[in-house]
DNA sequence: ATAGCTGCAAATGCTTTGCAAGGCC
DNA sequence: GGCCTTGCAAAGCATTTGCAGCTAT
């Protein structure tokens, strides 16, 4: 699916889009953040990386970042709502640039991640908390051993 | 709930348990194992414990026994399908006692982990892989932000 | 100007591994 | 006796942190 334009004419997103977002939730635009959020949500709400993936990706590209930062802007989106985190292996954080209310597919072997759109899925009879407690997420997660 | 009684004599699960279920298993009752399977299983199914956890318990009851094993036996138990594990935060690994099928309650800040029963919660319409592929697990985790 | 970011490298913390010594069958 | 286990310490890895230098506004 690679063009012969430059990548930064070739996002889906413009430009402003990212700034503007960036803005939003109160985070200073700079190059990396930048950098980042449009490799990020260039395709869609369709990604699922980790941070290893998401530096490599940037460094693919000749984005001058490190790994430390892409941890840290990983986490600093997530805060902002601009992310959300996958939890299905102990070894490996995910972060989805699904936001809204979903499950997942975990391919175990190959350590694919795919998402379940919330209306394929339902959960019925969710039962109470044993103390009344609010229930802040609720996390489904299908494994396939491949 | 503790008693005067030494603690071999404590517990309701009888040692030949213990002993037969890992022979049953292929695992060499060793000491070890022995010691923390009695741990593990002693008050019934309802354990959910990091290595950390384990060692410093086997620890407190007088029990030699070295971190690295702990973490063997509970992988090793793990695989034979006396344990399951639950991955609910990166940083941490939990085993559970309780192998039948069921989801967790997971308390954020405590870090605590509580069975769900898998008759107070049901999926409906359960999406079908991608590919076909077979489902290995379920995984159903409700967050609490406390 | 200045508060906030970034990069690097070092530190952290959980988990795994290598290998010699010990224990079960 | 022979093979499986254990223990320890060291290694491994993903992630976090401290701090000096940079940069948006």
């Given at each position: 699916?690679?063009?012969?334009?430059?990548?930064?004419?070739?996002?889906?997103?413009?430009?402003?889009?990212?700034?503007?977002?960036?803005?939003?939730?109160?985070?200073?635009?700079?190059?990396?953040?930048?950098?980042?959020?449009?490799?990020?949500?260039?395709?869609?709400?369709?990604?699922?990386?980790?941070?290893?993936?998401?530096?490599?990706?940037?460094?693919?590209?000749?984005?001058?970042?490190?790994?430390?930062?892409?941890?840290?802007?990983?986490?600093?989106?997530?805060?902002?709502?601009?992310?959300?985190?996958?939890?299905?292996?102990?070894?490996?954080?995910?972060?989805?640039?699904?936001?809204?209310?979903?499950?997942?597919?975990?391919?175990?072997?190959?350590g694919r991640l795919l998402d379940i759109p919330a209306d394929s899925i339902e959960i019925s009879r969710i039962p109470p908390t044993p103390d009344?407690?609010?229930?802040?997420?609720?996390?489904?997660?299908?494994?396939?051993?491949?």
């Amino acid at each position: 699916m690679a063009s012969i334009t430059n990548s930064s004419q070739n996002n889906s997103r413009p430009y402003t889009f990212t700034l503007n977002q960036l803005r939003k939730v109160g985070l200073r635009p700079t190059r990396q953040r930048l950098a980042l959020a449009k490799l990020l949500f260039k395709d869609g709400n369709n990604r699922h990386v980790t941070a290893e993936d998401l530096h490599s990706e940037a460094r693919r590209e000749g984005i001058g970042v490190s790994l430390a930062t892409v941890y840290n802007t990983l986490h600093q989106f997530t805060q902002k709502g601009l992310l959300r985190e996958v939890i299905v292996e102990s070894s490996r954080t995910y972060f989805c640039t699904n936001t809204s209310d979903h499950g997942h597919f975990f391919y175990e072997k190959s350590g694919r991640l795919l998402d379940i759109p919330a209306d394929s899925i339902e959960i019925s009879r969710i039962p109470p908390t044993p103390d009344g407690a609010e229930i802040k997420d609720i996390d489904i997660i299908i494994r396939i051993d491949s």
